[in-house]
């Protein structure tokens, strides 16, 4: 009996080779038995590759009928996403925030009947607080003023921004419609760091330009920063800001590689590299490697770029690192325009899974800890805060707010918005909607036009639900949100607000001498220098 149920890991192989041998005898009686023998013989070769093969073990002892697990492991992701997951489970974003998304990026109806779906008792769950007294906000195109008194050219940024994303990552047509759409709704698109195609110029939309470790759109051949390039990227009018990328929440640390297979004359004309040649983006930068040099290279840029807004993007890592950078900033008497600050939960780029999972600091820690170092050295009011990282409702821009940002970026977001549909499939060229690919075929299936359209609507009626919940508040701009206006519960008994979950350093409190350490801010003050990213001992 053993013997017989081992023998069953063959029936598929041996049943298809007894069809398509009854198939043959059969096209004696009639030539349509030809379409079956053609099945049964086709299944019957690859019975017979399967048990010769050495590749995978489990088609050896399963041929044929084997293929079906790598089929189901293929559709895993959308049957689980249409079939299974809850519409809270968030891996990584679940059905309501999908769904609110595409509402409002078609225009639809966003109202939701019977009551909220969270559990409000579980630890972790948030809201913000609402005032007997609250207002109604006419103009919801709430902006922020980046820029400091050394600036020329401040940029009158809105407040919910589309985050770095570059041309090879995702479509001509995703790229086209993302800008397009930035124009038609006057908000920003940051270019990533894949340099300034022409998809982004034809949008005629805002644009920052990123400039990554790569130095694309402003390179020399060996790979280093070459200034005048530089300078002739950012003089065009299109370009309101420029942002240096030294780490991004998806992969912080990491460095990436565009193999020379997957470079196309756009590509290369884009990022300024020849092709036939892999393109390579290092994990640190060269044109600086001490704080105070990095202040010397933003300082390069704002003068380079005619008085631009300059500024750097990063996810934590070392706490200590980023006060190096602070110091420096004090030493030099150079204050960058903005900070983006990235979360872990950030994704649009492709990771090793362990840098995905565990390295990097989530965006709500990473913008509280940017926000008191900030106070504590007196610089807060100088530069302004941009914080990205699953940022994607109206709740989502104001508890970012009230925690210490000035904007918000979001990526994903307006992804969904021009047609993602959570497939998992941007790194293997094979995106089904066209967003996340470079394949000619696919990508067709993406109009930039009526896309752009939704790119518009889902920036305005976010903003428009933002408006409402900051009257509800009994505040008249977004910006008014402070972390007592934020509730956290921690327990089903227990709930505090968003200064005592997070504790607000007082201004200039990393200035003065004493004794108190919340959070272990001045421990890593006193270790941190402006000329090396080493620590003090």
């Not at 998304?101 to 078609?106: D, H, L, N, P, T």
Request: aromatic share 8%.
């Amino acid at each position: 009996m053993p013997k017989m149920n081992e023998m069953g890991r063959f029936a598929a192989f041996a049943l298809s080779g007894l069809l398509a041998f009854v198939s043959l005898i059969g096209l004696f009686w009639s030539v349509w038995m030809l379409i079956p023998l053609v099945f049964f013989a086709g299944l019957t070769v690859l019975g017979i590759l399967d048990v010769t093969q050495n590749s995978h073990s489990i088609l050896r002892n399963y041929p044929v009928i084997g293929h079906m697990r790598f089929l189901f492991e293929g559709i895993r992701p959308e049957i689980r996403q249409y079939l299974i997951e809850s519409d809270q489970d968030e891996e990584p974003f679940s059905r309501d925030a999908r769904s609110l998304v595409y509402q409002r990026a078609k225009g639809m109806e966003d109202k939701r009947p019977f009551g909220t779906r969270m559990r409000v008792y579980d630890a972790g769950y948030s809201w913000v607080t609402h005032s007997v007294m609250p207002k109604h906000l006419e103009d919801t195109d709430f902006r922020v003023r980046i820029g400091s008194d050394d600036c020329t050219q401040p940029y009158n940024a809105s407040i919910y921004n589309i985050s770095a994303m570059s041309f090879g990552a995702l479509s001509a047509n995703a790229i086209l419609a993302l800008n397009t759409g930035a124009k038609i709704g006057g908000f920003a698109h940051d270019t990533g760091e894949g340099g300034v195609s022409r998809y982004h110029r034809e949008g005629g939309g805002d644009l920052i330009y990123e400039v990554g470790s790569g130095y694309f759109g402003c390179r020399n051949e060996d790979g280093t920063f070459n200034a005048d390039r530089f300078a002739e990227q950012a003089a065009s009018p299109q370009i309101k800001m420029i942002e240096v990328k030294l780490s991004q929440g998806a992969k912080p640390g990491h460095g990436g590689m565009l193999p020379a297979s997957k470079i196309s004359p756009e590509i290369a004309e884009a990022r300024g590299v020849p092709m036939g040649q892999d393109c390579v983006s290092p994990a640190s930068h060269s044109a600086f490697s001490t704080p105070i040099e990095m202040m010397q290279f933003l300082a390069l840029l704002r003068e380079r770029s005619c008085g631009k807004p300059v500024g750097f993007k990063l996810c934590i890592g070392h706490r200590r690192e980023f006060m190096c950078m602070v110091k420096a900033m004090i030493e030099t008497r150079f204050t960058p325009d903005f900070i983006v600050v990235d979360g872990t939960e950030g994704g649009t780029g492709a990771a090793p899974l362990e840098f995905a999972n565990h390295i990097g600091m989530p965006m709500v820690e990473g913008l509280t800890f940017v926000h008191n170092t900030l106070r504590g050295a007196g610089l807060r009011d100088q530069l302004k805060i941009g914080a990205a990282g699953k940022i994607v409702s109206a709740f989502d821009i104001a508890r970012a707010l009230a925690l210490g940002a000035d904007w918000c970026n979001s990526a994903r977001g307006y992804m969904f918005a021009i047609g993602c549909i959570q497939a998992q499939a941007c790194h293997t060229n094979h995106c089904p909607v066209g967003v996340a690919t470079q394949d000619l075929l696919r990508q067709r299936a993406l109009d930039p036009v009526g896309k752009s359209k939704r790119v518009a609507n889902f920036h305005r009626n976010t903003l428009a639900a933002l408006g409402e919940m900051t009257g509800a508040a009994g505040l008249s701009n977004p910006g008014e949100f402070l972390p007592r206006h934020l509730m956290i519960r921690q327990s089903d008994a227990q709930m505090v607000t968003g200064d005592e979950a997070y504790s607000i350093l007082p201004v200039g409190f990393l200035l003065k001498d004493g004794k108190e350490d919340p959070g272990g801010y001045r421990t890593r003050w006193a270790r941190a220098k402006a000329d090396q990213f080493a620590p003090v001992d």
